[in-house]
T-cell receptor, first 111, second 112 residues
Framework: DGGITQSPKYLFRKEGQNVTLSCEQNLNHDAMYWYRQDPGQGLRLIYYSQIVNDFQKGDIAEGYSVSREKKESFPLTVTSAQKNPTAFYLCASSIRDGPQHFGDGTRLSIL | ELKVEQNPLFLSMQEGKNYTIYCNYSTTSDRLYWYRQDPGKSLESLFVLLSNGAVKQEGRLMASLDTKARLSTLHITAAVHDLSATYFC????????????FGSGTQLTVLP
């Protein structure tokens, strides 16, 4: 079955720690995206990538970093510079001009 | 800056009733999406609307797009409990690498 896999489902971060959220897709999609969702709000774009080895900042990129070394993978690192990381993180992918398909999300909390 | 506004933000309705969710956006767009999200879950794509006057229907949900008014509506007909969820509209602009700007969502509760 084709789809988007995010892991882990739940993640806890200590103060001053970087954590990495995984996103893998086997849909052969060129474009991948990371969104942040806070309770009761819509999604905000963190980073996106249209092709391998290229990515662009979204609306709220500060405190986050990404890489796109393989077409299938688009990991997101939440750095210690992100002072309010508690949120639900969603990864998505799409073909060019197609609708975005979302993974099941990772819920990040601070210890 | 593209802004997307949904209303209402919260909607309680009784089973069997009809209602409409509105989505306004601030900049010319060529593509509008509707998504459904169940509590604690991911987003499920419902509709993609590509042109002025576009109308799409799936079961009790019907979405339409008026690009001149920069308005999309999601109409619910004869609501049932299974439709309880949060509904988001999202807009993309041609040439923007299909970045999506989301509305705040409408939390729909269908009461028996």
């Amino acid at each position: 079955d084709g789809g988007i896999t995010q892991s882990p489902k739940y993640l806890f971060r200590k103060e001053g720690q970087n954590v990495t959220l995984s996103c893998e897709q086997n849909l052969n999609h060129d474009a991948m995206y990371w969104y942040r969702q806070d309770p009761g709000q819509g999604l905000r774009l963190i980073y996106y990538s249209q092709i391998v080895n290229d990515f662009q900042k979204g609306d709220i990129a500060e405190g986050y970093s990404v890489s796109r070394e393989k077409k299938e993978s688009f990991p997101l690192t939440v750095t210690s510079a992100q002072k309010n990381p508690t949120a639900f993180y969603l990864c998505a992918s799409s073909i060019r001009d197609g609708p975005q398909h979302f993974g099941d999300g990772t819920r990040l909390s601070i210890l | 800056e593209l802004k997307v506004e949904q209303n209402p933000l919260f909607l309680s309705m009784q089973e069997g009733k009809n209602y409409t969710i509105y989505c306004n956006y601030s900049t010319t767009s060529d593509r509008l999406y509707w998504y459904r999200q169940d509590p604690g879950k991911s987003l499920e794509s419902l509709f993609v609307l590509l042109s002025n006057g576009a109308v799409k229907q799936e079961g009790r949900l019907m979405a339409s797009l008026d690009t001149k008014a920069r308005l999309s509506t999601l109409h619910i007909t004869a609501a049932v409990h299974d439709l309880s969820a949060t509904y988001f509209c999202a807009v993309s602009i041609e040439g923007s690498a299909r970045q999506l700007t989301f509305g705040s969502g409408t939390q729909l509760t269908v009461l028996p």
